[in-house]
């Protein structure tokens, strides 16, 4: 092939690669199918969905029996959310019955907005409410929320909150968490619960600085994703002049328990 023969077939060639564009690219703009980067699709492609799904989630992160240096309980620890990918309703709650004695309990609720402004990280705002009960003695108290939740690096469940409760009075807490893998079923997850107060509060038997911590270690076993009872031991501890206000109360400033519970979601 000589080379004028050559430049006739790449010009043919050139010709019927634009004409076949073109073609496409009327096609596309008459149906209106474009790609997201605004580009013509090919014929017979449908255009990308953008679709604004609302799901739902709950889980029940605890859901026990405790026993041992703390007087015996129930503890529930639930959270859930609906809405999309970055604006989401979130309800939170968590408390603990005792099954002896007075049968004192105490309930926290809350309900916050939610927006995702990181990956794995939502800023969260909203109520608490707070409820604490021995026999006839009742006592409610509401609080103002900020914080935020998400995923910190080496897949640490990380949640700081703050508080500012009816009263004026800010406290904050912290909650961190880990899931380690031992097998594919077999998981066990050490978790650190610490709070901390601005101000004195002797209604609420708490001193400004650390007032508590809590440490936990539980073994579970995954039946399912979504179904793995366990088994752990529990650590708490008053810190600080709070821990002086517990001792004058009457009641132990460290205890150590053994909860038996199950983890589900859904």
Avoid: C
């Amino acid at each position: 092939m000589n080379s004028k023969t050559l430049v006739l077939f790449s010009g043919a060639l050139a010709f019927l690669l634009a004409s076949s564009a073109t073609a496409q690219a009327a096609e596309s703009a008459h149906s209106g199918h474009v790609s997201d980067l605004g580009r013509p699709l090919p014929p017979g492609w449908e255009p990308a969905v953008h679709d604004a799904a609302i799901n739902t989630f709950t889980s029940f992160q605890k859901a026990e029996f405790r026993t041992g240096d703390a007087p015996d309980a129930f503890v529930i620890d639930a959270e859930g959310w609906i809405g999309g990918d970055y604006h989401r309703l979130w309800w939170k709650a968590d408390g603990e019955q005792e099954t002896k004695g007075s049968k004192a309990g105490e309930v926290e609720v809350q309900a916050l907005y939610s927006r995702l402004f990181s990956p794995f990280w939502d800023f969260q705002t909203g109520v608490r409410i707070d409820r604490r009960y021995s026999g006839r003695t009742r006592d409610t108290t509401g609080y103002f929320v900020v914080g935020v939740e998400g995923l910190a690096p080496y897949w640490f469940e990380v949640e700081p909150m703050l508080f500012v409760s009816e009263r004026g009075k800010v406290s904050a807490r912290v909650t961190a968490s880990y899931d380690q893998l031992l097998t594919q079923r077999w998981v066990i997850q050490p978790r650190l619960d610490l709070n901390a107060s601005l101000q004195d509060d002797a209604k609420r038997t708490l001193a400004s600085g650390f007032n508590n911590v809590e440490l936990g270690l539980r073994l579970r076993y995954d039946v399912t994703r979504q179904f793995a009872p366990y088994i752990g031991v529990e650590w708490r501890r008053a810190l600080g002049a709070t821990a002086g206000l517990v001792r004058r109360s009457g009641e132990n400033i460290s205890t150590t328990s053994v909860v038996f519970g199950l983890r589900t979601w859904f």
